[in-house]
């Protein structure tokens, strides 16, 4: 099973930031940016008259029409499966993504995302008809499940243990720089008749070109690579990355790591366990949280949002570059913050934030935009600031932390595994989010942001009483030091496992 060491505390060996892991490093993170950049591209897309004219006539018929009705001019099934198709193919994808991981290993997990991307590109940039469309956006999506899943692991476990932490929220910041360059992308391309889409679709391409060459320079991660009892290319592997000569004791826990994870012959039913629940509740319900906060209503629908409240397409595509600049800019806030004020601050704090900004935007539109017309100037401008501030709150929180905390709570032989499904959860409510938002938008009108304010208002309750605070505590230490003590998951923490444990470790 899949080993990922992302000790925020535990025993620190010696180890050099190189240069080689540094490249490493790079070229693994790509494939955020590719996520990013689908998850950004498909707006910018779904707003271009030729792309609907091509694809989805029914639409741009409607659009035409806009006077009639602002919040139902998109409202089209179709139109919405292929944004969503792709997370739903990302969803099956990560299972597949996590066997591979295991036993093929990080390096080809990646490069087999990068194939998939490209047939992807391919068939979405080339299509000709709808059903080549979604093809394209599902092999997309098998590319975001491998990737998803393998670069997470990847960096982690090449990193040196003191900078885990802030080494895995660069994916995130991955994640937000491909959104921002697909709102460029968008902007620049929208001008461009009748096939500025098709260059929109295929940009794509150029970072699965990068990650599918530049994966072959990097190594294979020495916890991979003994796992799979390829001891002796492990630790050259090891001693590659460190920069030092003397990598024994950190090569000795992760044989030490992989014997242990190797006793649980199926980690997956362990999950089921209640020593496990904690943290599977937890990484459960972060996605739904994560996704619930509405965030991706912004992300992939912003120009069309914008255009809602009556900007005209150029307007609209500026102001989601806007909106994708803070949303990159913010997340450096959060790799600033995340291990100085802790998990629960930022995810508290961003709550109240959140919810004040969605709560603002939604009587604006309650107040101003009747179901014609538009918005007026001034208020369009407010409900673009306040997209702008509740974009930020989100990008320091829920964001990284939906990726982060997942990654550092379980222990080592149920890591993988229990990644696996938080990373197709957020999958499974990412789709339900794309597939619905439109439709939702028609049928509750300003009425949507007050249904994100509620779940905002959940997540707030959940995170004060139910998300103990995983700063600084060594990552094999979170059963003593985090869920023992707590009011509510010590419940799980029975005694036999700790018998369990000790026999483990004695043996
Ligand atoms: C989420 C994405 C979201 C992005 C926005 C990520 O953490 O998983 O769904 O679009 O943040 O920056």
């Known amino acids: 099973m899949a080993v990922v060491v992302t000790n925020t505390g535990g025993p620190a060996f010696e180890a050099k930031m190189t240069v080689y892991v540094f490249i490493c490093v790079l070229i693994a993170a790509?494939?955020?940016?590719?996520?990013?950049?689908?998850?950004?591209?498909?707006?910018?897309?779904?707003?271009?008259?030729?792309?609907?004219?091509?694809?989805?006539?029914?639409?741009?018929?409607?659009?035409?029409?806009?006077?009639?009705?602002?919040?139902?001019?998109?409202?089209?099934?179709?139109?919405?499966?292929?944004?969503?198709?792709?997370?739903?193919?990302?969803?099956?994808?990560?299972?597949?993504?996590?066997?591979?991981?295991?036993?093929?290993?990080r390096k080809p997990?990646?490069?087999?995302?990068?194939?998939?991307?490209?047939?992807?590109?391919?068939?979405?940039?080339?299509?000709?008809?709808?059903v080549m469309l979604i093809f394209g956006r599902i092999f997309l999506g098998f590319g975001v499940g491998f990737?998803?899943?393998?670069?997470?692991?990847?960096?982690?476990?090449?990193?040196?243990?003191?900078?885990?932490?802030?080494?895995?929220?660069?994916?995130?910041?991955?994640?937000?720089?491909?959104?921002?360059?697909?709102?460029?992308?968008?902007?620049?391309?929208?001008?461009?008749?009748?096939?500025?889409?098709?260059?929109?679709?295929?940009?794509?391409?150029?970072?699965?070109?990068?990650?599918?060459?530049?994966?072959?320079?990097?190594?294979?991660?020495?916890?991979?690579?003994?796992?799979?009892?390829?001891?002796?290319?492990?630790?050259?592997?090891?001693?590659?990355?460190?920069?030092?000569?003397?990598?024994?004791?950190?090569?000795?826990?992760?044989?030490?790591?992989?014997?242990?994870?190797?006793?649980v012959k199926d980690p997956f039913r362990k999950l089921l366990k209640p020593a496990s629940r904690p943290p599977f509740i937890i990484g459960m319900l972060l996605q739904l949280f994560q996704q619930f906060t509405g965030i991706n209503a912004i992300m992939f629908y912003a120009p069309v949002l914008f255009q809602t409240v009556g900007f005209g397409t150029d307007a609209a595509l500026l102001s989601a570059v806007v909106t994708g600049t803070i949303n990159v800019l913010s997340t450096f806030v959060g790799i600033y913050l995340v291990d100085k004020t802790g998990r629960r601050f930022l995810l508290l704090q961003s709550s109240v934030h959140m919810l004040i900004c969605q709560l603002i935007i939604g009587i604006i539109l309650a107040k101003d935009l009747g179901t014609t017309g538009t918005l007026g100037r001034p208020q369009a401008l407010v409900v673009v600031i306040f997209v702008c501030v509740y974009v930020m709150g989100f990008a320091w929180s829920w964001g990284p932390l939906g990726w982060l905390i997942p990654s550092e709570t379980f222990p080592l032989e149920t890591r993988s595994a229990g990644f696996a499904v938080a990373v197709s959860c957020n999958m499974f409510f990412t789709f339900v989010i794309a597939q619905a938002f439109l439709s939702m938008l028609c049928g509750m009108r300003s009425g949507i942001f007050f249904f994100f304010s509620a779940w905002i208002v959940v997540m707030g309750l959940f995170a004060m009483f139910f998300i103990p605070e995983t700063k600084g505590v060594a990552i094999d230490d979170m059963r003593e030091s985090v869920w023992k003590p707590h009011w509510f998951w010590k419940r799980y923490m029975l005694p036999e496992d700790d018998h369990h444990d000790v026999e483990k470790r004695s043996a």
């Open 147 to 263: 990737g998803n899943q393998a670069v997470p692991l990847f960096l982690s476990e090449i990193a040196p243990a003191q900078l885990r932490g802030g080494l895995n929220i660069v994916f995130q910041l991955m994640v937000t720089i491909g959104i921002l360059i697909a709102n460029l992308v968008n902007y620049f391309t929208a001008s461009v008749h009748p096939n500025g889409w098709r260059i929109a679709l295929g940009g794509a391409g150029v970072p699965a070109v990068i990650l599918l060459f530049g994966s072959l320079l990097i190594c294979e991660t020495p916890t991979s690579l003994i796992e799979r009892n390829k001891n002796e290319q492990g630790k050259e592997a090891l001693r590659k990355i460190r920069g030092v000569e003397d990598i024994n004791d950190e090569y000795e826990s992760i044989v030490h790591a992989c014997d242990i994870a190797s006793q």
């Open 109 to 130: 997990t990646m490069q087999l995302a990068s194939i998939f991307f490209l047939i992807g590109v391919g068939l979405s940039a080339g299509a000709v008809n709808l």
């Open 30 to 105: 790509v494939g955020g940016l590719i996520f990013g950049y689908d998850i950004g591209i498909s707006g910018g897309v779904t707003a271009m008259d030729d792309f609907l004219k091509d694809f989805f006539p029914a639409v741009w018929e409607k659009k035409k029409h806009a006077h009639e009705n602002n919040y139902c001019k998109y409202d089209n099934q179709f139109l919405q499966l292929f944004t969503s198709s792709l997370y739903l193919a990302a969803l099956v994808a990560s299972f597949g993504a996590s066997a591979s991981c295991s036993k093929l290993g």
